[in-house]
Every structure is written in structure tokens, then in C-alpha cells.
């Protein structure tokens, strides 16, 4: 029996009818969550939880397997009847603050109890296909995992630790106006799309982590044995290095245990882009390991097309990276941009976004042949511009170099239009002040009042970095070398302040062999203080260093005026932003 009916409305958006209860052929399923978790409450079971995005054609052959025809008297209909089954299949009113994933999957499962606590998340997927990882009988092995964690909650080896702060799709502003007003279908990727968009109205899209979610372990050199959950077929490039082998099975990143790919995937995804490193745990002959391993260069990037967002800046072209050979022959740099155009699109020549023609080399943007986040010019451009803006490409054309603008557009996919500026969703943000080392900028700052506080954001440029408000308290109790000095970021404000500065947990830039101990910031950071009378205007003084590996610089004195800001609750993103932030050591 059909659990909902989507119709396809004039103006092409889709809207769902549920049910209020699903009856399978033989496994019951719950179509309301609250209903599930009383369920729960009251028998004890676990509960096998489903996110469903009902209009999306991804998942929808796992889904009817799971869900249509599980046999009863199967393995995995034995293990679905120790559960409380939901299927929930549209977002609306649910948390998803506490069941929060990557929200270009339109199929996820968690396995949960009464009280909300998250066992596991089955899901996820790759750049090429939404069922890349979804497998029967993986899915049976983390239903057993499941009641095995089940079982070591029941026993107190396992403590509860319930939802987390309630966040709701209507909590979304653009969402719910654009989408849950108009009772439209409160889609997965309408969850993705509209948060980033909230976020780049504020000024606090962040591109690198924002639009590029989901590494793809294989990046890593990880390669799953599918069915067999995190039992590792093969290793190749860092995780080979770092001495991890087929036949291991993943067991934890950064110090968290992981049980699925979901998990893993999660986590993964949880990793600031620009962090050296993560530890690994791994089973191997029933011992646990931790290994180092490596991040390579670009270890986040991945293929962008599936998610269709609205912040991503469209290119109208399609291009390749040379090779180290062919750059050697061009005499290119190895580290420099060379992309080859390999494919253009038809509206590129329609409206004049570019001259550009196959076999045309891009080799800069906007006078810039490197950067050391990547070497390739199509992601930079996504990286550091925003859509509808007009850059400058540096171009070999039989061999002769041209310059040819470039203006990026904007997608709206299965999305009305939202006009540019939208003053509810803006912080108020003061002038940018930027620390630079001549005519290079190293560091822009700028701050707002958000309710209570005082938000500092620094955004850093290319391979240059900052260093913590608290470094020389980090730097007590240790041994160090003459000269490991470098100045931390220091601010001040003209009015009263309530407690003490926050600060985006730090990196650390650490050398302990050499005694070199230091901490600090990459990509954008933040800085948050809570003022005694944030209804007024506020002057900002900064002083700060900023290095690269061949050069620092510093500033002293630069001056934000941030603007009086009235009254109005902090959003969301905002809210997530300074949770995240953590207390200076010693304060």
C-alpha cells in the first residue's frame, strides 16, 4: 500500500498527502515520529528510523526493498520485528538539528531509542550515485549493531544522552516562506539549499565546508567491502601510508566510534577542511589501532553537480586539469592552475558569460596562477567568488595568452527565485579592515552585533594564516625556543563587556620536536564577546599577525565601526556559529 500521493502542481513544484499510519505487507511502519518514539518508549524496542524524501527518484529501488518487500520470515525481517519501524517522508516539524546529515541524501536511516539516542546512521552516498553504499546486507549488519548497542543501553554500559536543541525546517526563513507556507513538499535538498542561501545572505557561507560536504573516503585511499560494512577491500594513497591494510575494519575517527559508512561519512564530514591530519582507528586480528593519517591536497573535493546549489556559482564550462607531463611541456608549474576547456555550455553563447573555446588552457584568476587550497581553477572560482560575479581568467590560446572574462550565474533548481537582498536575514556587518602584507591581503576583518554579542569575523586569503587570542597562555608549562613569539590576535572594544572572549577553536600549528609550539586560524574564523549594551554602536580595535610559510606580517590598530543593529532574535546559523565557539585557555 502506497504510503503518500505526490502530485505534480501547475507552477512544478511537488506537494505530498501522507497517510497517518503505513501497514506494509507484513512489518508495520509508522508514518508519524512521535507516535514511533512512544512506541519505543513503551515497549522498550529500538527504533528503525527512515528519512524518506518522497518526490526523489535517488534511493527509491532500496527503499521499496527495505520497505515493500522485506519478508517477515527473512534474516533482516527477523531483525526489523525487534524494532519499532517509522518512515517519515517529508521534514516538516522534525529535528533536524539533532538528525542532521548531509541533506543531498534523500534516503537515511538512524537506529534509535525511546529517548532519541543515536545508535548509528545508515546512509549516504558518493558523487556518482545515491546507492553507492546502500546494500541488504550491510544493512542487516547494522541492524545487529543496532540491538547490540540497544542491549548495552538497557545494561547502563551506554548512557543517554536524548536530543539535541529542537531546530525545525520552518525554523529555516527562506524555507518557510518559499516552501512550508506554500505547502509545498519540505524536501531534503530544500533543507541544504535554503540553509546555505540564509547563510550567504548573513555573510557566513563558508564554501569549502558549506558547499563541499561529504569527502569521499576513496579520496583517502579507503575502499569499502560493501556488504561487508567497514571491512576494507583495498587501501591505496594515504590510508596505504599510513599503514592501514586490506582487511582492517574501521573503527573510529578523531576518538569517535564509528559503526557504519554513515557514521564514518559523518565524521569525516565533521573534519575542518584544512586540518593536517585525523586518527584513524582500525580493527585488525581483533585489536584496535589508532593510525595518523596524512590528509592530501584536496582531500575534500568533490563533484558538485548533484547538488544543484543555488550558492554555487555557475561556470558554463567544463574543463580537465593537465597533467604533470603536460604542464612540463607548456612549461607551466606543476603547483600552478592549467585546466584544459573541454566542454561549453550552450548558454555560455546565448548570454555572454564567456568567449571561451575547447582546448583553451586557463592558467590564472583574476591575476592569481596558484593557490594552495587547490589547483584547480574551475574550484577555486567556487571557492573564493560568489554567483553573478565577474571574474578574470588568464587563458593560452595557441599559445598565445589572453585574458577573457568570465560572469558566473546563479542555478535555481526546482527553487522560485529569492531577490538578492534580503534585510531580515543581513548582520549588519561593519566595513572590512584588512591586515596585509604590502599590496597582498592576508586578513579581512569585519564584525556585527547578533543579540547579545559581538561577532567578529576573520577571513583569511589563500595559504595565510592568524594565530589564537590566547596563544601565550597555550604556551605556559612547555619548553620552547627563543623567538617562539608569534603575536596573537588581540581585541578591544569601547563599551563593557559581559564575561570573556570567545574564540573559534584554534589549530595547532604546533612543531614539538623543535620545541615550536603555536596555535591559530585558517579559512574563516570568529570571534565573540558578549556586550553589556548591544542596542548601541560599537568602535572595534584589532591587532594581529598573520604568516605564510615564506613571510608574516602584522597590523596595529585596525578599526571596525559596527553599526548601532535593533533588536531581533539570532538565527539559526547565527546561533549554530556561536555555539561552536570555545573559551580562551585560563579565562
Known sequence: MMAFRCLLLVASFWTCVFAAEVRGEALFWHASLPEALAEAKASGKPLFLEFRC????????????VYYYTEPDSPRGKLMSRYVLARVTSMSGVNIAHYDRDWHNSLYYFIINGNEDIYLRYGGRDEVAADTYLNLDSLELALTLGLSE??????GRRASTGATANFKPEDIGLLNREVIQKNRCTECHLIADYSMQEKAHAGLLDPISDLYRSPDIKRLGLYLDVPKGLLLKETKGAAADAGIMAGD?????NGTTVLTFGDLQYQLDKVPRLSPEILLG???????SEMVVTLPREWWKTDLEFRHWTVEPQLFFESRELQKKEKEKLRLPEKGFASEVTGLDIEAAMNGHHDLEIGDIVISVDGRASNPLTSDPSVYIKLFHAPNSVVRLGVLRAGKLRDINLKTGQMNFRKAPVEENIPDLSLGWSETAYLSSGKEKAVGYRAAVVGEYLLVQARHFADWHSFAMDNAARLKGRKIVEGNQELPTEITIDQEIKGGWLQTEPTDFSDPEMHWFTWGFQGVSYFAVKLATPEQAVKVNIS????????????????LEVPASPAKQVSPMTREILDELTPLTGK
Not at 282 to 288: H, T
Request: aromatic share 4%; proline share 2%.
Open 54 to 65: 518522497a518526490p526523489c527518484v535517488n534511493g527509491r529501488e532500496f527503499d521499496a526493498q
Open 249 to 253: 575494519t574501521v573503527a573510529s575517527l
Open 150 to 155: 540497544h542491549e548495552a543501553f538497557k545494561e
Open 544 to 559: 594581529a599577525q598573520a604568516c605564510r610559510d615564506d613571510i608574516c606580517a602584522g597590523a596595529v590598530g585596525l578599526e
Open 282 to 288: 582500525v580493527k585488525r586480528n581483533g585489536e584496535l
